[in-house]
């Protein structure tokens, strides 16, 4: 890549509680623009990478031990969540994380502390309800009352409202219905159109995040173990098999799978 | 009747000064989630910054009460800083635990500093009882009452409709998600701690010019504390109508219950009616009940 990438993690190290290492030396890259999907399964690290770059790690007792992180050329090491925020590197966080006692307008409204000011607030509102007509009907009520994938909604527009350069998006498919999942996966493809936002996206749902991006890592104890464009990763075999659920046609039963296991060509 | 009409107007007025005591609480607790048990030694300090500043230094009442704002917003960052902030994230019963002692250092420091003599505050306010009909009340107490009743109408407004407030409640909410969200929490919590100390300042002085001040003046605002709990820790409109429930069964039981038993009731019926009512409402009246989503 000649282009330096918006942002660029290199061989970054994360210790939990001085004790537990969870990322041995990551790397990755999201170039200004695209929507780049980490995938990965339980436990694998994926979360965390999110949290290292938006410096949310030290509130849940974790450090980056090593490496480093790029974002537009500057380094995020030792920087708060909220100038991490405030530089244009949203999260969206596992789990929506809505202010449940907040109207859904006073949640969009916090957001605007990430662009430094109030700004034009009512403006802002418009554009999310423009992506999500069901808040409009409901943005005087509080959060909490909100269904999951109203939830999911709020926010992804909180995160419209804060207008990032890069946004990073946590499983905005947990524990949604695979219709709201498929229209929310069309409305982050449609975020990433019309308003530039460059997007990581990490998802458990590798079919529905490889259909939205453009590059994919995979990650497996706390490591990258594959990469590549979307379009060789969802012909890769080993891809197919694990991540995937495709495989070729016919049904096959568990104890061929687990023979499958072994021959993850990462692993040997 | 006419006995009856005075009661209850003395309950309201006593009442809306037990809600400013109360809005101390509910301020520290709506922004952070902690529960300051400190908050009567603040009020304390309050009253004698106000109170040093009209005898010591001869300022009159007004600038007196800015000064004291002053010193207590100064103080509760302080507080903050120095000793709230390495117990962030921390066990919710250390910080309470915190607060505690902390209310025992202030006092501790209040006997140094002026000793534990009681005194009276100068005289603030007119001396002529106020009269609305047929109900008179003293106008040391009326005064106080306004004052209260505008200092908590600016606290919620405050925390309702300023984008700052808005900051405070979603940080309480959730820190973690407000700090993602380019909120400076650090800046929410100093702010959170400075605002309830000089809410809890006015309440002191007030306190203070009722009933004159001494170290000990603190001990009203555990008094107060089932106020706090009957409206809600986190309502500002639940603190106002607690007050001044609390006021008025204080005053009604003292008129009718005290001449038959001897006495004492007063001081106990509010606390009767808080065990009743928490039985049927766990949360207060007006606290927030977890939202559950099933």
């Known amino acids: 890549m000649t282009k330096e990438p918006l942002l660029r993690v290199n061989n970054l190290e994360v210790v939990y509680n001085h004790t537990v290492q969870v990322l041995k030396g990551l790397s990755l890259a999201v170039p200004e623009g695209e929507v780049v999907a980490l995938l990965g399964s339980n436990g694998a690290g994926k979360s965390t990478t999110l949290k290292a770059i938006s410096g949310l790690l030290p509130m849940e007792d974790g450090a980056v031990t090593d490496g480093e992180i790029r974002f537009g050329g500057v380094s995020l090491a030792g920087r708060q969540p909220h100038e991490i925020a405030r530089r244009g590197v949203f999260q969206v966080m596992e789990g929506r994380r809505v202010f449940e006692e907040l109207t859904v307008e006073e949640n969009l409204s916090c957001a605007s502390y990430a662009r430094g000011g109030a700004g034009d607030l009512a403006g802002a509102y418009e554009k999310v309800y423009g992506y999500f007509p069901r808040l409009a009907e409901r943005r005087r009520q509080l959060a909490g009352y909100l269904s999951g994938g109203e939830q999911q909604m709020l926010a992804i527009g909180r995160a419209l409202v804060a207008r990032p350069r890069l946004m990073l998006l946590d499983e905005p498919s947990l524990g949604l219905s695979p219709i709201l999942v498929e229209e929310i996966f069309g409305i982050v493809s449609r975020i990433n159109r019309e308003e530039g936002t460059t997007i990581l996206l990490v998802e458990q749902n590798a079919n529905m995040a490889l259909s939205v991006s453009s590059f994919g890592y995979i990650m497996e104890n706390g490591r990258i173990v594959l990469d590549g464009p979307t379009s060789l990763l969802r012909e890769d075999r080993d891809v197919r098999e694990f991540y995937l659920g495709g495989h070729g046609g016919q049904r096959k039963s568990y104890r061929d799978l687990k023979h499958y296991k072994r021959r993850k060509r990462w692993l040997s | ?294």
Do not use: H
């Open chain 2, 1 to 294: 009747m006419e006995d009856f009409l005075q009661m209850v107007a003395s309950g309201v007025v006593i009442g809306g000064i037990y809600a400013l005591i109360a809005m101390g609480f509910v301020v520290i607790y709506k922004a952070t989630g902690i529960i300051n048990f400190a908050t009567g030694e603040f009020m304390m300090l309050g009253a004698f910054f106000c109170f040093t500043a009209m005898t010591a230094a001869k300022f009159p009442f007004a600038a007196a009460l800015l000064a004291a704002a002053m010193a207590a917003a100064a103080l509760g960052a302080l507080v903050e800083r120095v000793v709230l902030r390495p117990l962030m994230g921390k066990a919710m019963i250390s910080v309470i635990m915190v607060t505690i002692g902390l209310s025992s250092i202030f006092k501790g420091v209040a006997q140094l500093v002026w000793s534990g003599d009681y005194r009276a505050f100068p005289p603030v306010f007119p001396r002529a009882p106020v009269t609305l009909g047929s109900v008179i009340l003293p106008s040391r107490q009326f005064y106080p009452f306004l004052i209260s009743l505008a200092s908590c109408a600016l606290i919620a407004i405050l925390f309702r409709f300023t984008r700052t407030g808005t900051a405070m409640r979603a940080t309480a909410d959730d820190p973690q998600a407000a700090f993602s969200m380019g909120i400076d929490i650090r800046r929410v919590f100093s702010l959170s701690w400075s605002l309830a100390a000089v809410t809890a300042a006015l309440s002191g002085v007030v306190i203070g010019t009722m009933g004159g001040i001494s170290p000990q003046l603190g001990a009203i605002g555990l008094k107060v504390f089932p106020v706090v709990i009957l409206g809600g820790l986190d309502s500002i409109g639940g603190a106002l109508l607690g007050g001044f429930l609390m006021g008025i069964l204080e005053n009604l039981a003292g008129g009718y219950l005290d001449p038959l038993v001897g006495g004492g009731i007063k001081e106990v019926a509010p606390f009767l009616v808080l065990v009743a009512i928490l039985m049927v409402r766990p949360y207060g009246l007006f606290g927030t009940r977890e939202i559950e989503r099933l």
